[in-house]
């Protein structure tokens, strides 16, 4: 029976993060120390990833998105990738990454994915630097125009950070003007492995749509899916298109269809929760198939209504706000 929760959203969408490890360390996502990375034995081996999903499936989740950390900085990934495309019949398989390997997979990696979401911050390396404090750019830049050549649809995901990459906001849309890509604007949120909440980017969606049409009045909306969290664009004319992403705000919480599962094996049932459902304990515990299958749809049916509502109880807890890499981006 497919998965359902308590405010009749159906849930057929998971977010498996591969590894909390980053080889960048974007200041909004992580500190520069990085954070306390798991060791091996606390984190989902490949076959108990594998194993989840034998039991997801059949509950109706037939989309899956790769994420972490970054998910091409685990050992062994490729073979992981292949064996789930073979393996599931999934209506959708995707994969999040910075790109700054990429360069070692390009042949695959269409043999693997129809669209893949890259991100990029800024189109200026010195910029690139100072947010991901890793000199990385061109690698990142040659890699995305590759993919981008092998006929993958790329999404690129840009956060939008008060003096960090305003200035790229418009460069970024006038990208799309012969570049059949999909910029996505994302309003920052709090989840940065240190800084609190009240410091984040005042950038919301309405005030980076208003800036965009001051240089663009010609934009069309278009139609996204029922459960999209991106309000989509095209400047009228161009080849590309350009998203907003109300991450902060919370707009699309009404038709969420997704749940998350970490490195380290807990489901969770809303980005803002503090409180996830492990799973590692009961699979490493050889718990049935059905016990699994319960878990899970015990967990799903206290999904939040909203992001407002899992944040106010995670204040409430007293609990930090985490890095994206602990979650799952
Ligand atoms: N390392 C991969 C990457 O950067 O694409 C995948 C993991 S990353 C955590 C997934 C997404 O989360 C990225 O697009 C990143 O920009 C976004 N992200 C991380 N921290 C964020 C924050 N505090 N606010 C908004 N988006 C954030
Ligand atoms: Fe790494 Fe992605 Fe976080 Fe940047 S956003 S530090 S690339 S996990």
Redesign the pocket.
Known sequence: MNLVDSHNRTINYLRLAVTDR?????F???PENGIKFLNKKEILSYEEMIRLMEILRPMGIDKLRIT???PFVRKDLMSFLKTVKNRFDLRSFSITS?ATLLHNYMEELPQLFDSMNI?LDSLNADRFLDI?RRNDFKQVWDNINALIETGIKVKINAVVMNDKNIEDILPFVAWTKNKNVEVRFIEEMPFNGSREKEQISNWDYTKILEHISSEFPEIEKLETGPSSTSLLYQVKGFTGKFGIIPAFSRTFCGTCNRIRITAKGQLRTCLYSANGTDLLKPLRAGKSFETMQQIVRHAVSNKEANGFEAAEKRLDQGAIYE???TIG?
């Open positions: 980053c080889n960048l360390r974007c909004y996502c992580m972490g950390g970054e910075n991100s991901t890095s994206m890499t981006g």
